[in-house]
């Protein structure tokens, strides 16, 4: 099992910045994948950005060049700097990691509480 927990969301103006973080109940080492979703209101789920264990990283093509997903393995905690915040970043920021006991395991996916960000225009 592993447990996340985020933190950093709030409410900001369009073109601001914030910086959001997923503490992992175990080495993000040791998780294939970690990533960060959102959901707004009325609509999916969609991936935000991800980073691999071996900090591989992807971006959805709507947030390319305004995010950045980071990591620091010593706190098992994964970042996301969302700079140039634009309305359309509102949602529920949920942090999804993608993780497997034993080699020939299933990988499983396990999901924090979510954090609110807010963007006022």
């Known amino acids: 099992q592993v447990q996340l927990v985020e933190s950093g969301g709030g409410l900001v103006q369009a073109g601001g910045s914030l910086r959001l973080s997923c503490v992992a109940s175990?080495?993000?080492?040791?998780?294939?994948?970690i990533a960060w979703y959102r959901q707004a209101p009325g609509k999916q789920r969609e991936l935000v950005a991800g980073?691999?264990?071996?900090?591989?990283?992807n971006y959805a093509d709507a947030v390319k060049g305004r995010f950045t997903i980071s990591r620091d393995t010593t706190l098992n905690t994964v970042y996301l700097q969302m700079n140039s915040l634009k309305p359309e970043d509102t949602g529920v920021y949920f942090c999804?990691?993608?993780?497997?006991?034993?080699?020939?395991?299933?990988?499983?996916?396990?999901w924090g509480q979510g954090t609110q960000v807010n963007v006022s225009s």
């Open positions: 175990k080495s993000i080492i040791s998780i294939n994948y």
């Open positions: 980073i691999t264990n071996g900090a591989i990283t």
């Open positions: 999804k990691a993608q993780w497997r006991r034993r080699a020939w395991d299933n990988l499983g996916d396990y």
